[in-house]
C-alpha cells in the first residue's frame, strides 16, 4: 500500500479540520498537567520514601544478636554484594526534658561516631543548622531542630534523657534510665516526624538505657529493589559463624518492605488514584475526536466514495482518517511533553512567577481597598510555610513514567480516530455518487 496520497489527503484534512486545533490543545493540556502533577508528587513521596529509608528503617535490619558478635556478622553480611554501608545501632524510646521547658516524647537512637562517614545516605539526610554530626563523647547528642526548639534548648545547653523502661523499672535508684547530655548539633531532615522526635547519641551511651547487649545492624543497598535476593545471600553469609548451627535460627531479618507498609501503601494507592483521575482527560479528548471523526466521514462521504472510485480501497481510506488522529495526537503529545518537562524542572520557578503575579494583584487591590477604607489582603504563596512543613516544592521526574503519559495522548487520539472511522469500509461508492 503507498502512503503518500494518504498522508497528503491527512495533511489537508487536518489544516482544514475547525476541530483539531482544540484536540491538539486538549491533549497537550492533558500531557502537560499529568507529567507536573506526578512530577510534583513524586518529589514529595520518594522525599517521605528516602527520609525512612536512610534514616529509619534502612534497607535491610539483622537483629537479635549480642555486641560481641558484631564485627563477625558486620563482615559476613559486607560479603554479599550489592551492600554499601552497614551500621549496627541501638534505640530506645524515652523522654527528653530540657533546662526551662516541659519535656517530649523522643526515639533516641545510639550510632557509631562514624556512622555518617559510613552511610554516606544518612549523612546527606541530615542537614544541621549548628553543629555538626559528632557524637564521639559519651555524652553528646544531637536533635532535631523542631525538638530542640520545643525543648527551647540550643547548642551547648543541657538536656536531659530519660528511658521509658527505667522510668517504668521498679528497680530502687531513682537516676535509673536518666542521664544528662549536652547539645552537639541540631539537624533537619524535611520530615517533621524526625525533626520533632528524634535525638542521636553514641552507641556506648545507649547501652545503659537499653539494658541488654542486644544491637541492630543496618544494611543500606546500591539498589533498595533487589533486598529480597541480597537478604537470601546475608543468610548464606551468616549461616556459617558459630560452627555448624550458625546463628540464623536466633537472628531476625528483614527488609524495608516490613516497616511503614501501610505508609507506603498508601502512597502508591495516592498516586495510582492521582494519575487515573488526572488521566480521565485523555477519555474527554478521546471522546471529542471520535466525534469530531466521525462527524467528518459523514460529512465527507462523497470525498470517501470519490477516493474509493479512483482505485483507493476501504482500507487506504479508513488510514487518511487515522493517520489525522495520530498526527492529532502525536502534535498534542509531543507539545505537552515539551512544556510539561519544562515546566516539571523548573516548578520553583514556575511558583514563584504565579506567586509573584497573584501578589501583584493583591497589592493592586489593596491599594484599591485603602483608598475606600477596607482592610488589605495578606500576601498569597502556594505552600506557606505558616502551614506546610516544606521550604521548596520538590520536583522528581521518573523517565518511564513520562513515556506512559506520552503515549496515553497519542493512542487516546489513535484510538479514537480507529474506531469512528469504522463506517468508512460500509461507503458504497455506487450508491453515494449516483446522484451526484
Do not use: C
Amino acid at each position: 500500500m503507498k502512503f503518500n496520497w494518504i498522508w497528503f489527503v491527512a495533511g489537508r484534512y487536518i489544516f482544514k479540520g475547525r476541530r483539531n486545533p482544540l484536540a491538539v490543545l486538549g491533549i497537550a493540556v492533558g500531557v502537560l498537567a499529568l507529567i507536573v502533577i506526578i512530577a510534583v508528587m513524586n518529589g514529595f513521596q520518594l522525599s517521605f520514601i528516602e527520609s525512612i529509608l536512610e534514616i529509619s528503617s534502612y534497607h535491610l535490619r539483622v537483629e537479635s544478636f549480642n555486641e560481641e558478635g558484631i564485627e563477625d556478622i558486620r563482615n559476613a553480611a559486607l560479603t554479599a554484594g550489592g551492600i554499601k554501608a552497614a551500621v549496627p545501632f541501638r534505640e530506645f524510646q524515652g523522654l527528653a526534658r530540657g533546662r526551662r521547658a516541659g519535656q517530649q516524647a523522643v526515639l533516641v537512637r545510639g550510632l557509631p561516631p562514624d556512622a555518617a562517614h559510613h552511610d554516606s545516605g544518612l549523612g546527606r539526610m541530615l542537614i544541621f543548622e549548628e553543629g555538626g554530626f559528632d557524637i564521639s563523647s559519651s555524652n553528646s547528642v544531637l536533635l532535631g531542630a523542631e525538638l530542640a526548639r520545643r525543648l527551647s534548648v540550643r547548642m551547648g545547653d543541657e538536656v536531659t534523657l530519660f528511658s521509658i523502661s527505667g522510668i517504668l523499672s521498679p528497680a530502687d535508684d531513682e537516676d535509673s534510665g536518666k542521664a544528662v547530655f549536652i547539645v552537639n548539633g541540631l539537624f533537619r531532615t524535611g520530615y517533621y516526624d524526625y525533626d520533632t522526635g528524634w535525638a542521636f547519641i553514641n552507641i556506648e551511651s545507649a547501652r545503659s538505657f537499653t539494658g541488654t547487649d542486644e544491637v541492630v545492624l543496618g544494611l543500606k543497598l546500591n539498589n533498595r529493589f533487589q533486598d529480597r535476593s541480597i537478604l537470601a545471600q546475608v543468610k548464606r553469609g551468616l549461616s556459617g559463624l558459630n560452627g555448624s548451627d550458625g546463628l540464623s535460627g536466633q537472628i531476625v531479618y528483614s527488609s524495608w518492605r516490613d516497616y511503614n507498609r501501610s505508609f507506603f501503601g498508601a502512597l502508591r494507592t495516592e498516586k495510582l488514584f492521582m494519575f487515573i483521575l488526572v488521566g480521565l482527560i485523555f477519555i474527554v479528548v478521546g471522546l471529542n475526536i471520535f466525534q469530531a471523526q466521525r462527524r467528518s466521514v459523514l460529512e465527507r462521504q462523497e470525498e470517501i466514495a470519490l477516493m474509493r472510485a479512483l482505485g483507493g480501497t476501504g482500507r487506504a481510506v479508513r488510514f487518511v482518517f487515522v493517520f489525522d488522529g495520530a498526527i492529532v495526537g502525536f502534535s498534542g503529545a509531543t507539545a505537552g511533553l515539551v512544556f510539561g518537562l519544562l515546566i516539571a524542572s523548573n516548578i520553583q520557578i514556575f511558583f514563584t512567577v504565579i506567586e509573584q503575579a497573584v501578589n501583584t494583584l493583591i497589592g493592586a487591590v489593596n491599594v484599591i481597598a485603602v483608598f475606600f477604607g477596607a482592610g488589605e489582603a495578606g500576601d498569597f504563596a502556594f505552600f506557606s510555610p505558616a502551614v506546610f512543613y516544606i521550604k521548596e516544592i520538590p520536583s522528581r521526574i521518573i523517565y518511564y513514567e513520562v513515556v506512559v503519559i506520552f503515549l496515553f495522548g497519542l493512542f487516546s487520539a489513535l484510538f479514537a480516530a480507529l474506531f469512528a472511522s469504522r463506517k468508512i469500509s460500509k461507503i458504497e461508492p455506487a450508491e453515494v455518487l449516483r446522484y451526484e
